[in-house]
């Protein structure tokens, strides 16, 4: 029986760290019962900062410090990773073979049950995804003979579920719009959002926008726009105003029929708190190799259609979005 369980990284900023949420949820899910460890080798993690808030419930202690690896005097004999510990199952998500070698050390006898589960080996084979979702779906699925799989992560604090069931009532066909993102380039054009979104109230159904807090203009804006739409995180009464940020995004988005987001952060929130979505993307490649875990996802990218994120039309994309929450294939 896997009582104690050990993740190896390298560590996570934002991104990555809202793109490992659904194999969080998948891991505890196949071990409910286990002590999850997480090691961030390099020492930083925003599942400390944050995310800390939305992993609560699902990893059990974070590790920082220590000689686990980030430098190559860690892989010498006498060092002790994780403090000499040993883990039932240690599964290493990073790449790097001498890294690999460190964790591996943190593994428990063989007869006494350990067992590793190494990305740094699976790379090496021909069929080793390239999108880092179906690599870590990999990895969850060898750690559990095949059982486990990501899933959505549903939020292990209660206000946050009461928040989102205070914001988002029962009743609405509710569909989320994120036009944010870290760089301009990244972003569609706002007046394609407002335009779904007149199509969305047309529909019948709700819109739902979710802002970041340095996009209070562009918030402003929708609301005189979109006078129908909701925007939760503003102006709130709901009595959980202490749940907010991507805690509260996560939580929201399993109220929601589908979501549309650029290719940044709220997109992977929206994904991880189980919103079927359609991810507007810049270019191919990274399309690939950063597809958000949603469950059901429909992805447009813009150097298909032209040149930029305004090249993709808005009859592209309020047809996906249709397919979505419709649940027409």
């Known amino acids: 029986m896997v009582q104690t369980v ?4 390298m560590g996570e900023v934002i991104g990555d760290g ?22 961030a080798a390099k020492g930083e993690t925003v ?40 883990f039932d199952l240690v ?9 690999s070698g460190v964790a591996r050390r943190g593994v428990a006898a063989v007869e006494r049950g350990g067992r590793f ?62 036009p944010g993102a870290g760089g301009q380039d990244k972003r569609w054009p706002l007046e394609r959002y407002f335009e779904l979104a007149r199509r969305i109230v047309a529909k019948g ?23 129908q739409a909701l925007q939760p995180e503003r102006n709130r009464s709901d009595g959980f105003t202490g749940v907010k940020g991507p805690l509260l995004v996560i939580a929201l988005a399993g109220r929601l029929a589908a979501g549309v987001a650029n290719d940044a952060g709220p997109g992977h929130m929206l994904a991880a708190g189980g919103a079927s979505l359609l991810s507007l993307q810049q270019d191919r490649r990274k399309s690939v190799k950063f597809r958000p ?22 009859d592209a994309t309020w047809a996906a979005l249709e397919r979505l929450v419709t649940g027409v294939a």
Do not use: H
């Not at 050990?6 to 990284?9: A, E, G, M, V």
């Not at 080793?128 to 992560?153: E, F, I, K, S």
């Not at 970041?212 to 726009?225: F, L």
């Open 117 to 178: 589960v190494s990305a740094a080996r699976q790379a090496r084979r021909k069929d080793w995804p390239v999108a880092v979702t179906d690599r870590l779906a990999r990895l969850l699925a060898l750690a559990t003979d095949g059982q486990g799989a990501v899933r959505p992560l549903a939020p292990a604090n209660p206000d946050a579920l009461k928040a989102a069931e205070a914001l988002l009532p029962v009743g609405p066909t509710y569909v989320g719009l994120a």
């Open 18 to 39: 809202l793109i490992k949420l659904p194999f969080i949820a998948g891991l505890r899910a196949a071990f409910p019962d286990a002590r999850i460890s997480w090691c």
């Open 205 to 227: 159904w709700t819109p739902v926008f979710f802002f970041g807090p340095d996009e209070a203009e562009d918030a402003a804006i929708a609301a005189r726009e979109i006078p």
């Open 6 to 9: 050990l993740i190896y990284s």
């Open 293 to 314: 875990a949603a469950q059901r996802l429909e992805m447009l990218v813009a150097e298909d259609y032209g040149s930029g994120m305004s090249a993709l039309p808005v």
């Open 91 to 99: 599964i290493d998500t990073q790449e790097n073979l001498r890294r």
């Open 47 to 86: 599942y400390t900062t944050a995310l800390k808030g939305v992993v609560a419930g699902y990893v059990d202690e974070v590790i920082l410090e220590g000689a686990n690896g980030a430098a190559p005097l860690d892989s010498l004999p006498w060092s002790r990773p994780f403090g000499g510990r040993r």
